[in-house]
Nanobody
């Protein structure tokens, strides 16, 4: 009923592109913000990008100009287009959203950038 599911991760060469998808339940998708976060081994989970119901977007400085977040309202989907990938972008990527004062996370999808 209340869930998120990421897909689209994989192995890519530095400088390449990848698009991640987040399928959200309607209850989560109807909230103000859906976000993308990432976590590398031994590192804290960090903010990557977010998008509001009005399609306002926000980006971490480390990805600004390279990543683009978007949403497809009829299909309850949020996307993260990643261009000009760097080895430092290697991490597990998660999408999240809130509903009834709780935060929900997907299982994550692995992105590995080779150099």
């Amino acid at each position: 009923q209340v869930q998120l599911h990421e897909s689209g991760g994989g192995l890519v060469q530095a400088g390449g592109s990848l698009r991640l998808s987040c399928a959200a339940s309607g209850s989560i998708f109807s909230t103000n913000v859906i976000g993308w976060y990432r976590q590398a081994p031994g590192k804290a989970r960090e903010f990557v990008a977010s998008i509001t119901t009005a399609s306002s977007t926000y980006y971490a400085d480390s990805v600004k100009g390279r990543f683009t977040i978007s949403r497809d309202n009829p299909n309850n989907m949020v996307y993260l287009q990643m261009n000009s990938l760097k080895s430092e972008d290697t991490a597990v990527y998660y999408c999240n959203g809130g509903y009834q004062s709780r935060v929900y996370w997907g299982q994550g999808t692995q992105v590995t950038v080779s150099s």
